[in-house]
């Protein structure tokens, strides 16, 4: 698990989790299928030139799509739990439930998650579903639910003015 701390302002937050590596083969894979199969076959068919086009934009789609994934960070603070996602600067932002406001979260245990350590997360609100933040192919994603319960555990356990 990662240990980096980020510094939002005069709250730290501890990073949790990212994508992992099992993210990446899918947008990976169909790059190389689309750049093996389909560009040989528009450059065949229409034109060299167009061939080239399309390929260019395919490399350029798929390295956003990459490059999109590599910026998600599943954190914590003492606000709640958080997710940032984007690159550009229009669509680069946070999303997150308040840890008055979490409910649990969960991971989805199976073979392939345990053999390459890459769980979907489901951080549920209490009040909506709409809030919830549900993440795939996290990167040690059983520990990131686990230190998430922990944390709302030990938040919920904190009594009058006391702050564990």
């Not at 260019?56 to 914590?76: E, G, P």
């Amino acid at each position: 698990m990662s240990t980096s701390i980020i510094s939002s302002g005069s709250v730290d937050a501890l990073a949790i989790s990212r994508k992992s590596w099992v993210a990446f083969l899918g947008p990976l894979l169909a790059c190389a299928i689309i750049l093996l199969v389909a560009v040989p076959l528009v450059a065949k068919i229409v034109s060299l030139r167009v061939g080239i086009v399309c390929g260019v934009l395919v490399v350029a789609y798929f390295a956003y799509q990459i490059l999109v994934m590599w910026s998600v960070r599943l954190y914590i603070d003492d606000l709640g739990v958080w997710v940032y996602e984007g690159i550009l600067p229009w669509n680069r932002g946070v999303s997150g439930v308040k840890w008055r406001d979490l409910d649990e979260a969960v991971y989805l245990p199976g073979f392939a998650a345990w053999v390459t350590g890459a769980y979907d997360l489901k951080i549920a609100h209490r009040y909506t579903k709409s809030s919830e933040i549900v993440l795939s192919s996290m990167s040690r994603g059983n520990l990131a639910a686990e230190v998430i319960n922990g944390r709302a555990a030990s938040r919920a356990a904190c009594t009058g003015n006391e702050c564990c």
